[in-house]
Nanobody
């Protein structure tokens, strides 16, 4: 089994930045892809960004140019640096893990492991 613990959310003003972290433990060697999804109130959970073990990265159109996903294999941790935040980025952000390669078409229904979620609120 794999456990994912995400953190780093908070309340920020539009235009500011936040960095989310997700620490993996357990059978981390089985994870090929890690990433982030988000879910706003009344909306479906949607893909944000992914990074493979190969360090290839993938982004939703809404994240391109503003968000950067990275990984620290020594710490079994991934990060999501979010810049130029907008009110529409407000959501619960969930760390995700999968045992096979996934990219920008990664669907929430196929995620193998989830973090508990961290709230990001962007005020205008």
């Amino acid at each position: 089994q794999v456990q994912l613990v995400d953190s780093g959310g908070g309340l920020v003003q539009a235009g500011n930045s936040l960095r989310l972290s997700c620490a993996a433990s357990g059978r981390t060697f089985s994870i090929f892809t890690m990433g982030w999804f988000r879910q706003a109130p009344g909306k479906e959970r949607e893909f944000v960004a992914a990074i493979r073990r190969t360090k290839d990265t993938y982004y939703a159109d809404s994240a391109k140019g503003r968000f950067t996903i990275s990984r620290d294999d020594a710490r079994n941790t991934i990060y999501l640096q979010m810049n130029s935040l907008k009110p529409e980025d407000t959501a619960v952000y969930y760390c995700a893990g999968d045992t096979i390669p996934k990219g920008s078409t990664w669907r929430s229904e196929t995620v193998d492991y989830w973090g508990q979620g961290t709230q990001v609120t962007v005020s205008s």
